[in-house]
């Protein structure tokens, strides 16, 4: 089974349904409509959490949770 290591997010809203998407299915998504994806952070760094503040690094959010950002099909459209 593959991995699903991708977790795309719209730089316009808020949509989660592309979260733990695979390789494949991110290129379908491309194909699909999604328009400027590109390569944000690793899958690991998106899940990674800090128990203290004064231990993220620089610029850290957790709510940076996508691998991937681009324009989904809705928004591109708008």
Not at 22 to 39: F, H, M, N, P
Not at 40 to 45: A, G, H, P
Not at 51 to 74: I, Q
Request: proline share 5%; net charge negative; hydrophobic share 25%.
């Amino acid at each position: 089974m593959p991995r699903r290591t991708i977790r795309l997010a719209c730089q316009v809203c808020d949509r989660q349904d592309y979260d733990g998407i695979t390789a494949a299915e991110l290129k379908k998504a491309i194909k699909d409509g999604w328009k400027e994806v590109e390569r944000f952070q690793t899958y690991r760094q998106s899940c990674k959490t800090y128990e203290n503040r004064e231990d993220e690094p620089p610029g850290f959010s957790a709510l940076e949770w996508w691998t991937h950002l681009g324009y989904c099909p809705d928004c591109d459209a708008e």
